[in-house]
């Protein structure tokens, strides 16, 4: 099927204001990232997800920010009361059941905090 | 820090050359992968190479992997304006940990 969808692909919101951005993975895939990219920098961890495991929360940059992951597909990054720094392309990510599996990336979800 | 760090930060060649760029890790991983992503925004994999690996080809691509050094390089040849693009090396063992990449520009 179609690959791993993001939405939505760009939003501008003022800051304070909550945001949820949305990843839609690929059927059948059992892991799950949430990358955030800062414009000409690297990929930033912030969450993983595997499975029916406790997720790896350890990338989460302040308690503004949280990811759920509901029936295992399905994943939706919240970020509360947004500041200026929060603004950065968040990218998500899949793969499937394997140790040498690659992972697919969504398009990204372009985060601007005015 | 975990993250690998690729090397060098950035590299500038004409079309046509080979490209090297270089990866070095600090723990020990089960398989070590390589991604390109271009302006915009999509991240592709390029290739995967397993922890007893020692080298893997792929097209114009070549990947090398030293497990004692932890240290992985990918060589790009005959290089073409379309590999203009980020080079990124993941790695890890469940998590996939990014470094800040090569920026490799190719020249016409």
């Known amino acids: 099927g179609a690959g791993v969808s993001q939405s939505p692909s760009n939003k501008v919101t003022e800051k304070g204001k909550d945001v949820e951005l949305r990843c839609d993975p690929i059927s059948g895939h059992t892991a799950l990232y949430w990358y955030r990219q800062s414009l000409g920098q690297g990929l930033e961890f912030l969450i993983y997800?595997?499975?029916?495991?406790?997720?790896?929360k350890s990338g989460l940059p302040s308690d503004r920010f949280s990811a759920e992951r509901t029936g295992g597909s399905v994943s939706t990054l919240t970020i509360q009361r947004t500041q200026q720094e929060d603004s950065a392309v968040y990218l998500c990510a899949s793969t499937p059941p394997g140790a040498y599996t690659e992972a697919f990336f969504g398009q990204g979800t372009r985060l601007t905090v005015v | 820090s975990q993250q690998g760090e690729e090397d060098p930060q950035a590299l500038s060649i004409q079309e046509g050359e080979n490209a090297t760029m270089n990866c070095s890790y600090k723990?020990?991983?089960?398989?070590l992968q390589w991604y390109r992503q271009n302006s915009g925004r999509g991240l592709v994999h390029l290739i995967l190479i397993r922890s007893n690996e020692r080298e893997k080809h792929s097209g114009r691509l070549r990947v090398t992997l030293d497990t004692s050094k932890k240290s992985s390089s990918l060589l790009i040849t005959a290089s073409r304006a379309a590999d203009t693009a980020s080079y990124f090396c993941?790695?890890?063992?469940?998590?996939?940990?990014f470094g800040k990449g090569t920026k490799l520009s190719v020249k016409p």
């Open positions: 993941p790695w890890g063992q469940g998590n996939l940990i």
């Open positions: 723990t020990s991983i089960n398989n």
């Open positions: 997800f595997q499975g029916n495991s406790a997720p790896d």
